[in-house]
């Protein structure tokens, strides 16, 4: 398995997606100020993240982690290692990532991780100041135990829980079929439809398109699932 070559691609004012990694994924850059951003999701190619980051001209000065998979958290320590900066994670995410190199062993992916030093995320709706703006956790759990959408200036990053095509289900440890339906279901019709979802695979989407067009996920949303998935 080859690392996927890295690619930076502008999501809108102030905001980019950087995809890479031997597993690829997508890891953000949003930046509220000139010179600073914030980092969401960093995956298992950090140092070609950072490369973006002198690109673009940008210091991070925190991470934060939809969830708790090797895929979303990887990278995270180098940043806090080279930039001193805090990695925000869910609290219920915290043994998921512990299990990080116990599954990447599992799927065989030539990787290991060092994790950070996380700073949890509480419980519930929780906004997260970091770089002159709030970042309000919506959780949205199912996918993992913690899973959240990080939302700010009208881009929701959704993890593994929303993508723009496709359902994130993976039958990893700790995923639960109806728990996601039900998140989603709340979020639904309360996430804004000019919401651009910023997923951590796969392209961006408004959330009012990825409603019409997502055949996938409206089929996972109307099929019945058991309480607890194995």
Not at 33 to 41: A, E, F, I, R
Not at 107 to 120: C, E, H, S, V
């Amino acid at each position: 398995m080859t690392a996927s070559p890295v690619t930076l691609t502008t999501v809108g004012p102030g905001t980019w997606q950087v995809t890479a990694g031997v597993f690829a994924s997508n890891c953000y850059i949003h930046s509220a100020q000139p010179g600073t951003c914030v980092l969401v999701d960093p995956g298992l190619d950090p140092q070609g993240i950072d490369d973006q980051l002198g690109t673009l001209g940008l210091r991070p000065v925190a991470v934060l982690c939809t969830h708790g998979h090797f895929d979303h958290v990887g990278g995270a320590s180098h940043f806090q290692s080279r930039y001193g900066i805090p990695v925000h994670l869910p609290l219920a995410d915290t043994p998921t990532a512990k299990a990080s190199n116990f599954l990447l062993m599992a799927l065989r992916i030539p990787a290991r991780i060092t994790l950070a030093d996380f700073t949890a995320v509480a419980p519930g709706a929780t906004t997260v100041q970091a770089g002159g703006a709030s970042y309000r956790y919506l959780p949205c759990p199912g996918h993992t135990p913690g899973s959240s959408i990080v939302c700010i200036d009208g881009y929701g990053f959704s993890g593994d829980s929303i993508y723009a095509r496709g359902v994130g289900l993976s039958k990893l440890p700790g995923e639960n079929h109806a728990l996601l339906k039900a998140s989603i279901q709340a979020l639904w019709d309360t996430l804004a439809g000019d919401m651009i979802i910023c997923p951590g695979h796969g392209p961006v989407a408004r959330w009012d398109t990825i409603r019409e067009t997502n055949t996938s996920l409206r089929d996972f949303m109307s099929a019945q699932h058991k309480a607890v998935d194995a």
